[in-house]
């Protein structure tokens, strides 16, 4: 049994659109314009969108129906416009879906195939439109004409469209008319049918909009549950916009069918390759004694495509990546890699990774839109179209091991696969096109792998022998809306791609670097890697960076203020800073007068103060800077002076109490500041402190506490030096130090680019 939503306010609107149409004939020509006008006349609504797509969907399959000239075709489908769609379906639709590549849903998905098939198709059935075909016949050999001469890539097509044909032109019947259909919309539809089904088994495939579910749901627990019949009711994804308006859905389709009657669909579980993950892992101890925080570097899901949003931006602006792929495909793909194998209940097991999971801070989570894409939408849509979000656990067994799950349109090529990235070097990747699964290069598929060209095919089977192991759980989903409502409602820095561009995302530690894989050293990359948390250039170069992220801030925070407060710590990293500030002080010009320095570490003694360096190095050299404003550390002969006084000046001059901008250095032991790992200074709330630290040169010192750090608007910390590659490489690793808990910052790493390359 199944049941659909065939006529709704949507059908009724366009086919009245349709009358406007030319009826002499209906060629294809120009016909993506007229529909695009059309649906921009709809009003908003997921059911009368998904209605309109469908349309366009029959207008194709109608073409096939023999023994009428075009122009009576246009009028009969303008008349059955308001039918349901199944009645005028036939084996048209089948071939057009097979050509195209691109499954079920023609409209859906795979619109770029579609988009440049349909010129060839046009000129085949405008050339037909003028000699008024009598015979689908006549239409069939059109079509093999084109599909012998059509473009490369429909190649792969040619072979199974060319058999369907053949399949089509001896049985002589269309698809429709070798099925039974029965329209199930109102509670008449379901009493008269259910009161005619015997005993047994009876199956609902809800492929239907999700706004329709609860509804259709009371029908058929209304006059379908009886004695004697085993029911089971199968619903596509989504489940749900949320997790309030999920946990409503399964509250009342329980209520209604049962829990245990309830099957959900994901089409990426029944995919050949994904159902042989948790069977890898079950016969393979050898793969399975290595999936722990022990020996796995990262966990990475990367669902990544070239199709753009064109032809279906409408449905997309409401959902955006997060909803369209992260939220179901993305984790329940990272649940069946890390989630316990070896629990009977492996539904549990998910449930239990999931709610395990930290929620991401703002460092964690990188969204972008392609540039078209709002020319596609049609508005200034701020949906993002890609994103990247690091996950971590807090299970024993997943200790510091960033789960890293990606999704993106309009990237410069397909990928979609799993990889879990050794400490060894090793890895174990799971590869959907071509299918496969490889550790470190051999293949771990059985010699008797085969794969199935539909995986509605493996999961219909699981439905008609009720078995749940691969579907979605709802205590799953629930837990999935958990952590991925907490990433779409964070305020996003959402970032502008190119279209058909790759994007890169990485790790540093528990942060997220993301950038395009062209030249890293284009302006554009630089800038994006700016707002992405890292730049990463030769050290010559690493300066001009840094002082260019100055003058932007600078020139951003004057707009809404009268001055700006910009802190520096000491150290040798710094003077490079210095230096190109004085050599290209034309070049970068800053208001000087609008301007307060502030010192936030120096060592109490005179021969090493970085005061001296300051002065120096930049003071000296560029008369511009008002000393009024320069704010030292109190320090003397004698050693430290009184903080307090210098927190006072800190409140009296800067009655926000925060800095607009502060540059850090990084030590080779990960120390920023005067804070140490393991400092109890970490976890001061005062602004400055007078400390003591364990180190032969300067052991006493005055720093500012990360408490200030955490609350500035945009904090960089700054890497050079050979001696930083131990500790560039454990922070890669995951070990926290001071500056790891910065999340509320604007953070941004600039780290010399052979250092980084070396760690």
Same mark, same amino acid.
């Given at each position: 049994?199944?049941?659909?939503?065939?006529?709704?306010?949507?059908?009724?609107?366009?086919?009245?659109?349709?009358?406007?149409?030319?009826?002499?004939?209906?060629?294809?020509?120009?016909?993506?314009?007229?529909?695009?006008?059309?649906?921009?006349?709809?009003?908003?609504?997921?059911?009368?969108?998904?209605?309109?797509?469908?349309?366009?969907?029959?207008?194709?399959?109608?073409?096939?129906?023999?023994?009428?000239?075009?122009?009576?075709?246009?009028?009969?489908?303008?008349?059955?416009?308001?039918?349901?769609?199944?009645?005028?379906?036939?084996?048209?639709?089948?071939?057009?879906?097979?050509?195209?590549?691109?499954?079920?849903?023609?409209?859906? +998905?795979?619109?770029?195939?579609?988009?440049?098939?349909?010129?060839?198709?046009?000129?085949?059935?405008?050339?037909?439109?003028?000699?008024?075909?009598?015979?689908?016949?006549?239409?069939?050999?059109?079509?093999?004409?084109?599909?012998?001469?059509?473009?490369?890539?429909?190649?792969?097509?040619?072979?199974?469209?060319?058999?369907?044909?053949?399949?089509?032109?001896?049985?002589?019947?269309?698809?429709?008319?070798?099925?039974?259909?029965?329209?199930?919309?109102?509670?008449?539809?379901?009493?008269?049918?259910?009161?005619?089904?015997?005993?047994?088994?009876?199956?609902?495939?809800?492929?239907?909009?999700?706004?329709?579910?609860?509804?259709?749901?009371?029908? @058929?627990?209304?006059?379908?549950?009886?004695?004697?019949?085993?029911?089971?009711?199968?619903?596509?994804?989504?489940?749900?916009?949320?997790?309030?308006?999920?946990?409503? !859905?399964?509250?009342?389709?329980?209520?209604?069918?049962?829990?245990?009657? @309830?099957?959900?669909?994901?089409?990426?579980?029944?995919?050949?390759?994904?159902?042989?993950?948790?069977?890898?892992?079950?016969?393979?101890?050898?793969?399975?004694?290595?999936?722990?925080?022990?020996?796995?570097?990262?966990?990475?899901?990367?669902?990544?495509?070239?199709?753009?949003?064109?032809?279906?931006?409408?449905?997309? /602006?409401?959902?955006?990546?997060?909803?369209?792929?992260?939220?179901?495909?993305?984790?329940? !793909?990272?649940?069946?890699?890390?989630?316990?194998?070896?629990?009977?209940?492996?539904?549990?097991?998910?449930?239990?990774?999931?709610?395990?999971?930290?929620?991401?801070?703002?460092?964690?989570?990188?969204?972008?839109?392609?540039?078209?894409?709002?020319?596609?939408?049609?508005?200034?849509?701020?949906?993002?179209?890609?994103?990247?979000?690091?996950?971590?656990?807090?299970?024993?067994?997943?200790?510091?091991?960033?789960?890293?799950?990606?999704?993106?349109?309009?990237?410069?090529?397909?990928?979609?696969?799993?990889?879990?990235?050794?400490?060894?070097?090793?890895?174990?990747?799971?590869?959907?096109?071509?299918?496969?699964?490889?550790?470190?290069?051999?293949?771990?598929?059985?010699?008797?792998?085969?794969?199935?060209?539909?995986?509605? @095919?493996?999961?219909?089977?699981?439905?008609?022998?009720?078995?749940?192991?691969?579907?979605?759980?709802?205590?799953?989903?629930?837990?999935?809306?958990?952590?991925?409502?907490?990433?779409?409602?964070?305020?996003?820095?959402?970032?502008?791609?190119?279209?058909?561009?790759?994007?890169?995302?990485?790790?540093?530690?528990?942060?997220?670097?993301?950038?395009?894989?062209?030249?890293?050293?284009?302006?554009?990359?630089?800038?994006?890697?700016?707002?992405?948390?890292?730049?990463?250039?030769?050290?010559?170069?690493?300066?001009?960076?840094?002082?260019?992220?100055?003058?932007?801030?600078?020139?951003?925070?004057?707009?809404?203020?009268?001055?700006?407060? @910009?802190?520096?710590?000491?150290?040798?990293?710094?003077?490079?800073?210095?230096?190109?500030?004085?050599?290209?002080?034309?070049?970068?010009?800053?208001?000087?007068?609008?301007?307060?320095?502030?010192?936030?570490?120096?060592?109490?003694?005179?021969?090493?103060?970085?005061?001296?360096?300051?002065?120096?190095?930049?003071?000296?050299?560029?008369?511009?800077?008002?000393?009024?404003?320069?704010?030292?550390?109190?320090?003397?002969?004698?050693?430290?002076?009184?903080?307090?006084?210098?927190?006072?000046?800190?409140?009296?001059?800067?009655?926000? +109490?925060?800095?607009?901008?502060?540059?850090? +250095?990084?030590?080779?032991?990960?120390?920023?500041?005067?804070?140490?790992?393991?400092?109890?200074?970490?976890?001061?709330?005062? /602004?400055?402190?007078?400390?003591?630290?364990?180190?032969?040169?300067?052991?006493?010192?005055?720093?500012?506490?990360?408490?200030?750090?955490?609350?500035?608007?945009?904090?960089?910390?700054?890497?050079? +030096?050979?001696?930083?590659?131990?500790?560039?490489?454990?922070?890669?690793?995951?070990?926290?130090?001071?500056?790891?808990?910065?999340?509320?910052?604007?953070?941004?790493?600039?780290?010399?680019?052979?250092?980084?390359?070396?760690?």
């Amino acid at each position: 049994g199944a049941s659909r939503n065939p006529v709704s306010e949507g059908q009724l609107k366009l086919a009245d659109i349709l009358n406007e149409l030319p009826k002499r004939t209906l060629p294809l020509d120009g016909l993506e314009e007229k529909l695009s006008a059309a649906f921009s006349k709809l009003p908003d609504g997921n059911e009368i969108i998904s209605e309109g797509k469908k349309m366009t969907d029959v207008i194709l399959q109608k073409l096939n129906i023999a023994g009428e000239n075009l122009r009576d075709k246009a009028i009969d489908l303008r008349n059955k416009l308001s039918q349901s769609p199944d009645e005028i379906k036939d084996d048209f639709s089948r071939l057009f879906e097979t050509i195209s590549g691109v499954g079920k849903k023609v409209f859906a +998905g795979g619109q770029d195939a579609v988009r440049k098939f349909l010129p060839e198709f046009k000129k085949v059935v405008d050339d037909f439109a003028e000699q008024t075909p009598q015979s689908s016949e006549e239409l069939m050999s059109g079509i093999q004409t084109l599909l012998r001469h059509s473009k490369s890539q429909f190649s792969k097509s040619k072979e199974a469209a060319m058999g369907l044909l053949e399949n089509i032109l001896k049985t002589g019947k269309p698809f429709r008319e070798r099925v039974s259909y029965l329209q199930l919309k109102t509670e008449p539809h379901f009493a008269e049918f259910c009161g005619d089904v015997p005993e047994g088994l009876l199956i609902f495939y809800l492929s239907i909009p999700p706004s329709a579910y609860i509804s259709t749901t009371e029908m @058929i627990s209304k006059h379908c549950k009886k004695d004697g019949v085993t029911l089971r009711v199968a619903y596509e994804k989504p489940f749900g916009y949320d997790l309030q308006s999920a946990k409503k !859905l399964f509250t009342t389709l329980e209520n209604l069918v049962g829990n245990e009657n @309830i099957y959900l669909i994901d089409h990426y579980l029944g995919k050949s390759i994904t159902q042989q993950i948790p069977l890898i892992r079950k016969s393979n101890k050898e793969i399975e004694a290595m999936l722990n925080s022990d020996h796995v570097q990262s966990v990475r899901v990367s669902l990544l495509e070239e199709v753009d949003c064109e032809g279906r931006a409408g449905y997309y /602006d409401r959902s955006g990546v997060f909803r369209d792929m992260l939220q179901n495909h993305a984790t329940e !793909l990272l649940t069946l890699i890390t989630a316990d194998i070896d629990n009977p209940h492996f539904a549990a097991a998910k449930s239990e990774l999931l709610k395990s999971l930290t929620k991401p801070n703002k460092h964690q989570v990188v969204v972008a839109q392609y540039h078209s894409y709002r020319e596609h939408v049609g508005s200034k849509s701020s949906t993002p179209t890609f994103a990247s979000v690091l996950y971590l656990s807090d299970l024993s067994r997943w200790e510091n091991v960033p789960f890293i799950l990606t999704s993106g349109k309009s990237q410069k090529s397909d990928q979609k696969d799993v990889e879990v990235n050794f400490k060894s070097g090793g890895r174990l990747h799971i590869n959907f096109k071509p299918p496969e699964i490889r550790l470190n290069g051999r293949s771990l598929l059985p010699d008797t792998f085969t794969t199935v060209s539909n995986s509605y @095919i493996s999961l219909l089977s699981n439905v008609i022998s009720g078995d749940k192991t691969l579907l979605p759980d709802v205590q799953t989903v629930l837990a999935s809306w958990t952590v991925w409502d907490h990433v779409i409602n964070l305020q996003h820095n959402l970032l502008l791609h190119p279209d058909h561009r790759d994007m890169a995302v990485s790790n540093f530690g528990k942060f997220l670097i993301a950038g395009y894989t062209e030249n890293p050293m284009e302006e554009e990359h630089l800038k994006f890697f700016n707002q992405a948390f890292m730049v990463s250039d030769h050290e010559e170069h690493l300066y001009e960076h840094v002082v260019q992220d100055v003058v932007r801030v600078v020139g951003e925070t004057l707009e809404s203020s009268d001055e700006v407060h @910009i802190a520096v710590s000491g150290g040798s990293t710094i003077l490079g800073v210095y230096k190109y500030l004085v050599a290209h002080s034309s070049r970068h010009s800053l208001p000087w007068n609008k301007v307060h320095i502030w010192q936030v570490d120096e060592r109490c003694e005179i021969e090493h103060a970085n005061s001296q360096d300051l002065r120096t190095y930049l003071l000296d050299d560029i008369p511009e800077i008002l000393t009024s404003q320069v704010h030292f550390m109190p320090i003397s002969d004698a050693g430290c002076g009184d903080i307090t006084a210098y927190q006072k000046e800190f409140k009296s001059a800067n009655p926000k +109490g925060k800095f607009n901008y502060i540059i850090l +250095g990084l030590g080779s032991d990960g120390h920023t500041a005067s804070l140490f790992k393991g400092s109890k200074t970490i976890s001061e709330t005062a /602004d400055f402190k007078h400390v003591k630290v364990d180190t032969a040169t300067s052991p006493e010192r005055l720093t500012v506490t990360f408490d200030l750090i955490n609350r500035s608007d945009w904090v960089s910390i700054l890497v050079t +030096g050979s001696g930083k590659r131990d500790v560039i490489k454990a922070i890669r690793q995951g070990e926290k130090f001071p500056v790891s808990n910065v999340d509320n910052a604007q953070l941004t790493w600039f780290i010399d680019e052979i250092l980084l390359l070396k760690s």
